[in-house]
């Protein structure tokens, strides 16, 4: 089966590391992840920028490796980005700004990669959001 995953919470949210541990189950019984889409806070779970204290789980790092780990295809909607600071080398240098805080694996892309995402996959699961 295929999935695409929709993440709309923060890493420091319960239901990102749901999301995670879903995705990590997906994988192990042999399913297919055709996309993991970041959206609304969930953009901030693929900034490089965040730092999780001593004592609890950096659920961002563990997305990036598992991301990289499975050469998946991990999309970030720039909208919600820019609107929440997330940005590449190259929406840096666009709106000139002195912080670059997202990079591989991560991808900078519109809505309508969430709108294929949904077309290609058997089953669109989403977690958190209001």
């Given at each position: 089966m295929k999935f695409a995953i929709a993440v709309f919470s923060p890493a420091h949210a319960?239901?990102?590391r749901r999301a995670l541990r879903f995705a990590e189950a997906v994988l192990d019984g042999g399913?297919?992840?055709?996309?993991?889409f970041f959206y609304q806070d969930g953009v901030h779970s693929t900034s490089n920028?965040?730092?999780f204290p001593q004592d609890e789980r950096?659920?961002?790092?563990?997305?990036?490796?598992?991301?990289?780990?499975h050469h998946l295809d991990a999309v970030v909607c720039i909208a919600a980005a820019l609107?929440?600071?997330v940005l590449d080398e190259a929406e840096a240098n666009r709106y000139q700004r002195p912080a670059v805080n997202l990079s591989e694996p991560w991808e900078l892309s519109g809505l309508g990669q969430l709108h294929e995402a949904a077309q290609v996959a058997d089953r669109l699961v989403c977690f958190g959001g209001d």
């Amino acid at each position: 089966m295929k999935f695409a995953i929709a993440v709309f919470s923060p890493a420091h949210a319960p239901s990102s590391r749901r999301a995670l541990r879903f995705a990590e189950a997906v994988l192990d019984g042999g399913h297919q992840i055709t996309r993991l889409f970041f959206y609304q806070d969930g953009v901030h779970s693929t900034s490089n920028s965040i730092v999780f204290p001593q004592d609890e789980r950096d659920v961002a790092a563990q997305w990036r490796t598992f991301v990289s780990d499975h050469h998946l295809d991990a999309v970030v909607c720039i909208a919600a980005a820019l609107r929440r600071g997330v940005l590449d080398e190259a929406e840096a240098n666009r709106y000139q700004r002195p912080a670059v805080n997202l990079s591989e694996p991560w991808e900078l892309s519109g809505l309508g990669q969430l709108h294929e995402a949904a077309q290609v996959a058997d089953r669109l699961v989403c977690f958190g959001g209001d």
